[in-house]
């Protein structure tokens, strides 16, 4: 069977269709990095908050940074199927736009699988946090292009996405 034809496998389903955690045991650990991103599209206004820390909850940008790290680490708590890593290291930051705050995740590890969905994980939570914190002075927010940006490590190599 080809790769192509191996990538579009569901390896996290046993021959019988059921659920199943995949075994990573015979893999070597090898250094894998995650790279994901997503926005946190508000009013102005609130983004002026944001940059001027005048939100009354608090500082909103370090607050989601400590979630998202937190979140990094407990994915598998989350993710039913993903398997517990030891992050080695986790990385936030933020821009801060017109009508936006963009959030960006770089999550790595030295282990047997990669950390994607530690970086997902860790940029939808940041978000959330931002969304959470803002909420009583802008309700109308929404979470949007949550994304994998890059990966690297692993069988299967580096992979980027390309801009649009």
Known sequence: MSDAANDLEFTHLDP?????MVDVTPKEPTHRRAVARCKVFM??????????????????????????????????????????????????SFDIGDDHVAVETFVDTVDRTGVEMEALHACATAALTIYDMCKSADRAMTIGELALWEKTGGRSGTYRRVED
């Open 16 to 20: 019988l269709g059921h659920a199943r």
């Open 43 to 92: 009013k102005p206004e609130t983004t002026v908050a944001i940059a001027n820390r005048e939100v009354k909850k608090g500082d909103v940008l370090a607050v989601a940074r400590v979630a998202g790290i937190q979140a990094a680490k407990r994915t598998a708590d989350l993710i039913p199927l993903c398997h517990p890593l030891l992050v080695g290291a986790v990385s936030i």
